[in-house]
C-alpha cells in the first residue's frame, strides 16, 4: 500500500480496508445513541427560540420604548440579516467541518452562537442590532452543517430517517418554549419595555450553555476519522462504542463479515472545484433535487414565521401580548408531523413520503389562503388552518436536511448540506420575510398572495421529488453515494 505523510499532521495517508461502516450500522438502538441525538440534535431547540423570540417581539422591537425603535420593514429586516448570516456560516463552517471534522465544529459553532445571542442583548441601536443577528445566524447555519453529517454518520441506517426528522422537528419545541416565554417577558406589568425582550435573548445563551455541557461527551465521526488518516484512533472508537452498546443492550453484536469492508484511499483535504464537479457531473440529478426541496420550504417558513406575529397583530388587530400564544399550537403541529411521520420514510420510503408532505402542505396552503383573502378567518381559524398546514410542511422541510445528507459523497456531506441549505434559505429565507413585510402593510389581499407563492413552490418542490428523489430508506451511506476516496476492491 503506498503511503505518504503530511508535513502538518503526524497521521500517515495510506490505503485501507474497514468495515466501519457497517458496524456502526449493526449497532441495536442504546444509551450511546441518545447521548448524540440529546448532545447534537437539541440545537435545532436554539434555533427555533430564535426565530421565535424575533417573530414574537418585532411588534415590541417597533416601539420607541423598547430601547430600539425599528421601523415594520426594519424588522423584516433584521429577520433577513440573520438569515444572510446563517448562509454565511454555513458555507464557511461546512467547508472546515469537511477539513477539520465534525467534532471541533459543533463546538466552535455552537460557541459563535452563544457570544453573539449574548451581545444581542445587549443591543442599544439597529445597527448593533443587526451585526450581531447576524452572527448568532453564522453561528447557527454552521451548526446545520456540522450536527447533519455528524448525526447521519453516527446513527444506524435503518432508524436514520426517523432520528433526522424527529430531530429537525424539535425545533419547534424551542418555538413553542419561546412563544410562551416571550408572552411574559413582553408583559409591560411584569418586565420594563427595553428589558423583556432583551431576557429572552440571555436565557437562548443560558440554554445553549447548557447543551455545550452535553456535547462534549459526543464523540468524532468514525467516518471522517478513517478517510482523513486516522484510522486507528476510529478502530479505537468504534471498538469503544460497540462495548457499550453491548453492555447496555445486553446483546452479543454479530461479527461483520469481510465482504462488508470498503476499500479507501485516505485523503487530507477534499477541494472546492472537487465538490461542484461531484455536484453538477455525477449527481446533476440529486443538485436539482436538492435546490428545489431547500428553496421551497425555506420561502415558506421564513415567509410565513418571520412575519405571523405581524399578521395577527396588524391585521387581525390581535393585542401584542396574546399573538405569540398563536405559535404554540402551531409549534405542536410542527413537531408532531417529523415525531409521528418520520417513521414512515423508513418503512413506506423516502420519494412517497418526502412527495406527500410537500404536496399536501402545498395544497392546503392554497385553501387557506383563499379562505384568508375572503375574510372568514379570525385569528383562531387562521392559526388552525397554519396548524394543519405545517404538521405535513415539517416534515417535508426535515426530510430535505435528510436528503442531502445522504446523497452525496462522505468527503462532501457538510458542504453539501452547507451549499443547499446556503442557497435555498438564501432564496427563499431572505427574500421571503422581506417580501411579506410589504405584502402586510399592502393588506390582507397581498399576503394571500403570498401565501399562494409559497404554495407554488412547495408543490413542484414535492413534484420534483417524485421524479428525483432517491430510494435512500435502510442504505448504508457508503451505498447511497460511493466515498471519493472508495477504491475497488483486490482478491
Not at 440529546?38 to 417573530?55: N, S
Not at 464557511?92 to 477539513?99: A, E, N, Q, S
Request: hydrophobic share 50%; glycine share 10%; net charge negative.
Amino acid at each position: 500500500m503506498s503511503a505518504h505523510t503530511s508535513n502538518s499532521q503526524a497521521t500517515t495517508l495510506k490505503t485501507i480496508e474497514t468495515t466501519i461502516p457497517a458496524r456502526m450500522d449493526r449497532l441495536p438502538w442504546s444509551h450511546w445513541h441518545w447521548l448524540v441525538v440529546v448532545g447534537l440534535g437539541t440545537v435545532w431547540i436554539l434555533d427555533g427560540l430564535e426565530v421565535t423570540i424575533v417573530g414574537a417581539i418585532g411588534s415590541r422591537l417597533t416601539e420607541p420604548e423598547s430601547g430600539l425603535g425599528l421601523t415594520t420593514a426594519q424588522v423584516g429586516l433584521a429577520a433577513a440579516i440573520y438569515v444572510a448570516g446563517a448562509c454565511c456560516g454555513s458555507l464557511v463552517f461546512g467547508y472546515l467541518t469537511d477539513r477539520f471534522g465534525r467534532k471541533k465544529l459543533f463546538i466552535i459553532t455552537l460557541g459563535l452562537y452563544l457570544l453573539a445571542t449574548v451581545l444581542t442583548a445587549f443591543s442599544f441601536t439597529p445597527l448593533m442590532f443587526f451585526v450581531f443577528r447576524f452572527f448568532t445566524g453564522a453561528g447557527i447555519g454552521g451548526e446545520y452543517a456540522a450536527i447533519n453529517s455528524a448525526i447521519d454518520e453516527l446513527i444506524p441506517a435503518r432508524r436514520r430517517g426517523l432520528v433526522d426528522l424527529a430531530i429537525n422537528g424539535s425545533y419547534w419545541l424551542g418555538t413553542a418554549f419561546g412563544a410562551v416565554l416571550t408572552v411574559f417577558l413582553l408583559n409591560t406589568d411584569i418586565f420594563a419595555a427595553d428589558l423583556g425582550w432583551r431576557l429572552a435573548f440571555g436565557l437562548g445563551a443560558v440554554l445553549g450553555l447548557v447543551i455545550l455541557l452535553v456535547r462534549r461527551n459526543v464523540p468524532e465521526s468514525p467516518r471522517w476519522m478513517f478517510i482523513h488518516g486516522y484510522d486507528e484512533g476510529a478502530e479505537k472508537l468504534v471498538a469503544e462504542i460497540e462495548a457499550d452498546v453491548a453492555k447496555d443492550t445486553g446483546t452479543e453484536l454479530e461479527a461483520v463479515p469481510d465482504d462488508k469492508a470498503i476499500r479507501i484511499k485516505q485523503r487530507r483535504t477534499t477541494g472546492f472545484g472537487e465538490i461542484v464537479q461531484v455536484a453538477l457531473s455525477k449527481y446533476p440529478k440529486r443538485f436539482v433535487l436538492g435546490l428545489s426541496l431547500f428553496i421551497g420550504q425555506a420561502f415558506l417558513y421564513n415567509a410565513v414565521f418571520f412575519t405571523y406575529s405581524l399578521v395577527l397583530t396588524k391585521l387581525l388587530h390581535v393585542p401584542d401580548d396574546v399573538a405569540p400564544w398563536a405559535l404554540v399550537p402551531i409549534a405542536i403541529g410542527n413537531f408532531l408531523g417529523p415525531l409521528l411521520l418520520g417513521h414512515l420514510f423508513d418503512s413506506v420510503g423516502r420519494r412517497f413520503m418526502i412527495t406527500l408532505s410537500y404536496v399536501g402542505s402545498g395544497v392546503l396552503l392554497v385553501g387557506t389562503a383563499i379562505l384568508f383573502d375572503m375574510g372568514v378567518l379570525d385569528a383562531f381559524w387562521l392559526t388552525a388552518c397554519w396548524m394543519v398546514v405545517f404538521f405535513f410542511a415539517s416534515a417535508g422541510a426535515s426530510s430535505a436536511y435528510l436528503t442531502v445528507s445522504e446523497v452525496f459523497p462522505m468527503e462532501t456531506r457538510a458542504m453539501a448540506i452547507a451549499f443547499f441549505y446556503a442557497v435555498g434559505t438564501a432564496i427563499g429565507g431572505i427574500t421571503g420575510p422581506i417580501l411579506f413585510g410589504q405584502l402586510i402593510e399592502a393588506g390582507s389581499h397581498a399576503v394571500a398572495i403570498g401565501y399562494f407563492i409559497g404554495a407554488g413552490l412547495m408543490i413542484a418542490a414535492g413534484l420534483v421529488e417524485l421524479f428525483l428523489g432517491v430510494d435512500a430508506e435502510g442504505k448504508s451511506l457508503e451505498d447511497i453515494a460511493e466515498p471519493l476516496s472508495a477504491q475497488k476492491s483486490q482478491d
